[in-house]
């Protein structure tokens, strides 16, 4: 298929002899969130944007890296069970004591080499380099929790995570950041590598900073409409060094503040609230875990088998009483199940129907087959199975989407609140535009992706959008992509709709299909602006193919004692013609139409 975006003839000019004025005039940038997203919006909008351009980027934290600035801290606010409520206030941030952050950040740096001056004000615990030297001295950093655990693997390739123009393994194919590491690299390198990446970019970033509020300032009625989209957003900002706050006006906010720090614990049972109540504690999220030994020799239930799921059942299983429990909703494939010990020291359950609060355990039905799919498993039968005196419930059931930042009054009345269940984001076109004020995006929404070449995709159209390189779509042809999307004919392809529960997780492959439908739209850029610029990714038939293989491999990975350094070494080795099973033709050959 040949991509479709605007009117374009066959050699990429208009039709029209006369081209519509430029859709946006933007020259102040807010970027929420310096985790992999953000810094890769804040690459490409550098890239594309005129050298005037100011980009500003937020980051509560006082690294780098998002998800994967790890810190053993964990909340310590009471667990309100069930946690189903989008617009729940957050974690407020944990100020550790001195002697706690001073061991923290000689651990996690000490090894850390900044490359100059400019870098090295903006170091861990340092602030923004523009404060004065007391205001440093006023507070250490404080510690926003997030789900990183101390023993983790990626369950990626780093020769597919990565960034485009970055490697993790300096092997002759590219600069990178390693001499040579795991092929599923642990929590660390990544970390390191996130570091590198972000080099570049730490005069931007404004550390241990907390965005309060966004909100679109409203045109006067009286002024006559302009040509061009004149959003002016407004954001406040707490420095939590200081406790000073700023307000500032932008022309467009890039919001990449991640969607892992609202866990959802559902009410899978009606006495799960007084179950919890009963026994405090037994209950957690996987938010909150951090290494097995805290489950030593304890009788543990996980609900979940997702690849979260998966790997802390793995991981509790060698140290706690036999057999780990674990509850899902979906068959286990038996490859996995061998994997986990499943028949050893792993047993699988069904979905969880009561919690029995004198036993404290459980009362489970039975384990989901093939045949059970598309069935109601809540009313499987009469057949239950009780699990009593169990000391640990781990709910590895994934996270609600909530931007604490952007309260109803944020945006006009006639535009749709952005969050209401927590389980998707409304008004968002191609899972990143904002349909109504395409001045703002989000991007890294979407699930079961190769999140850091995804968010470059991304970040590769909306920089050419806002630098008028690429036409702006009308707000009817977005809202026309956002049904599409809904109804499961997005540019991820084909996919099951399941009353917005299933809208932002892509099925296999989908982010192939995606990653290479953005940049055929990012290369639509007009013509006498296609000098310059930064090249989005394109995935061919060797990303193709590690994407289809990626998860057996990370099993022999486990398996073989996580040493491997190339995916070769675990057995698995590309043909030249080899067919991607699943992946749905998103080769060089396979092209998706952006406006279909």
């Known amino acids: 298929m040949v991509l479709l975006v605007g009117n374009i003839d066959g050699e990429g000019n208009t039709e029209d002899s006369n081209p519509p004025s430029p859709a946006f005039n933007i020259s102040r940038i807010a970027i929420i969130g310096a985790g992999p997203s953000g810094l890769a919006a804040a690459k490409h909008l550098l890239a594309e944007g005129p050298p005037s351009a100011q980009i500003d980027i937020y980051e509560q934290q006082a690294e780098t890296g998002g998800v994967w600035n790890y810190n053993a801290a964990t909340s310590n606010q009471p667990l309100h069970v069930p946690l189903t409520d989008a617009h729940s206030a957050p974690d407020p941030p944990i100020y550790l004591e001195e002697s706690e952050a001073e061991e923290e950040e000689e651990d996690k740096y000490a090894d850390y080499e900044f490359d100059s001056d400019e870098e090295g004000c903006t170091a861990p615990g340092s602030g923004a380099c523009s404060l004065p030297p ?52 642990p929590r660390q390198v990544v970390q390191e590598y996130l570091l590198h990446y972000a080099r570049e970019l730490r005069h931007l970033i404004r550390f241990s900073t907390q965005v309060t509020d966004v909100s679109l300032q409203t045109p006067s009625p009286s002024l006559p409409r302009p040509p061009q989209i004149q959003d002016k957003w407004t954001v406040r900002s707490t420095n939590l060094l200081t406790d000073a706050s700023r307000v500032e006006t932008y022309d467009a906010v890039v919001v990449a503040s991640g969607h892992y720090s609202a866990p959802c614990i559902p009410a ?65 494939p038996e490859d996995i199940g061998a994997h986990l010990g499943v028949g050893e020291k792993v047993r699988i359950v069904g979905p969880i129907k009561h919690f ?23 009313d499987a039968g009469d057949f239950t199975e009780r699990i009593t005196e169990v000391d640990a419930i781990v709910f590895c059931t994934g996270y609600l989407y909530t931007f604490p930042f952007i309260s109803a009054s944020s945006l006009p009345a006639s535009t749709p609140p952005l969050i209401t269940d927590g389980r998707r984001v409304n008004g968002v076109a191609r899972h990143f535009l904002h349909t109504y004020h395409p001045t703002l995006v989000f991007p890294g929404l979407p699930y079961k992706i190769i999140p850091f070449p995804l968010a470059e995709a991304q970040a590769a159209v909306f ?63 007009r013509e006498d602006h296609s000098h310059g610029g930064k090249e989005p990714p394109f995935w061919g038939d060797e990303e193709l193919w590690q994407r289809s293989i990626y998860a057996q491999a990370k099993m022999k990975f486990e398996e073989t004692g996580r040493k491997a350094k190339t995916l070769e070494e675990l057995g698995f080795v590309r043909e030249q013609q080899s067919d991607i099973d699943g992946l749905q033709g998103a080769g060089s050959e396979g092209r998706i139409d952006v406006a279909k």
Request: proline share 8%; hydrophobic share 35%; aromatic share 8%.
């Open 463 to 525: 920089a050419r959008l806002w630098a008028n390189k690429l036409p702006l779509p009308s707000h009817e042809e977005l809202q026309r992509w956002e049904r599409e999307d809904e109804e499961g004919r997005g540019l991820e392809g084909k996919r099951v709709s399941k009353a917005g529960k299933s809208f932002h997780t892509f099925p296999k492959g989908g982010d192939a299909l995606y990653i290479n439908a953005l940049h055929d739209w990012a290369l639509q850029a």
């Open 356 to 378: 029995l609060t004198d036993e404290r355990g459980i009362e489970a039905g039975p384990a989901p087959t093939a045949s059970s799919l598309g069935a109601d498993l809540e």
């Open 268 to 332: 899978v049972a009606p006495e799960i609230s007084a179950f919890n109540a009963a026994h405090p504690g037994v209950i957690s999220h996987s938010k909150t875990y951090r290494t097995a030994s805290a489950f030593a020799g304890k009788r543990v239930v996980v609900v979940g088998s997702g690849p979260s799921g998966q790997d802390i059942a793995a991981q509790i299983s060698a140290v706690c009483a036999s057999p780990l429990i674990i509850s899902a909703r979906s068959p286990i």
């Open 134 to 185: 007391v205001s440093r001295k006023e507070k250490k950093p404080p510690v926003f929790p997030n789900p990183m655990y101390d023993d983790l693997h990626t369950n990626i390739p780093h020769t597919l995570m990565r960034y485009s123009d970055l490697w993790f393994a300096a092997d002759g194919k590219g600069k990178g950041t390693h001499d040579g590491c795991e092929i599923f690299p």
